[in-house]
């Protein structure tokens, strides 16, 4: 059963505290994707990699880090630095980073809520 | 900066009706438009997915058009049920996806 996999549901942290959001894939695909979703608000890309070892910064990816460190996982961590991290966390993947493979869909992981207490 | 607008925000209709959810953007230079659904507090299940050469994609009750030159997409919904109800985004893609905020969908039995 193929899939994207996002661990826990539902996070609460602390103030001063960094958290780790956990994304798992078994699609073999190359691509990983981090984005936020903010209320009533489309989706913000926060880092994305292209292959092992290997990711870059997206729109707004001041006060998270991510690794790369196998194919099929792209943890993300918020750290303290970020102010306001009370949002929906959804990881994607995609089978190439390129638009131009007929095949690129974006496929997503269920979410990780994280509130902030 | 590629801006992507859905309207309306919100819509609501009676079961059995078909109805258009719009998407515009601002670039052009798109490699392909993909549309998705997402119910509450779940993530994103993607719907259809047009090439920048295409013109439109059918999947069972849902047609996606996409005119590039315009900047416009409108995805049809036919014959709408209650369990359509959702909040639908379009996204484009160049390098990356730029999202919509989404059109929140209710279908009244």
């Known amino acids: 059963d193929g899939g994207i996999t996002q661990s826990p549901k539902y996070l609460f942290r602390k103030e001063g505290q960094n958290v780790t959001l956990s994304c798992e894939q078994n699609l073999n695909h190359d691509a990983m994707y981090w984005y936020r979703q903010d209320p009533g608000q489309g989706l913000r890309l926060i880092y994305y990699s292209q292959i092992v070892n290997d990711f870059q910064k997206g729109d707004i990816a001041e006060g998270y880090s991510v690794s790369r460190e196998k194919k099929e996982s792209f943890p993300l961590t918020v750290t303290s630095a970020q102010k306001n991290p009370t949002a929906f966390y959804l990881c994607?993947?995609?089978?190439?980073?390129?638009?131009?493979?007929?095949?690129?869909?974006?496929?997503f992981g269920p979410g990780t809520r994280l509130t902030v207490l | 900066k590629q801006e992507v607008t859905q309207i309306p925000a919100a819509l609501s209709v009676p079961e059995g009706e078909n109805l258009v959810l719009n998407c515009s953007f601002t670039d052009s230079a798109i490699y392909n438009l993909q549309w998705f659904r997402q119910d509450p507090g779940k993530g994103l299940t993607s719907l259809l997915l047009i090439q920048s050469s295409q013109r439109e994609q059918t999947s069972g009750r849902l047609n996606a058009s996409l005119d590039k030159s315009s900047g416009r997409s409108t995805l049809y919904i036919a014959a709408s049920q209650p369990g359509d109800s959702a909040t639908y985004l379009c996204?484009?893609?160049?390098?990356?996806?730029?999202f919509g905020s989404g059109t929140q969908l209710t279908v009244l039995p």
């Open positions: 996204a484009v893609r160049k390098r990356q996806l730029t």
């Open positions: 994607a993947s995609s089978i190439d980073l390129t638009g131009f493979s007929s095949y690129n869909e974006q496929f």
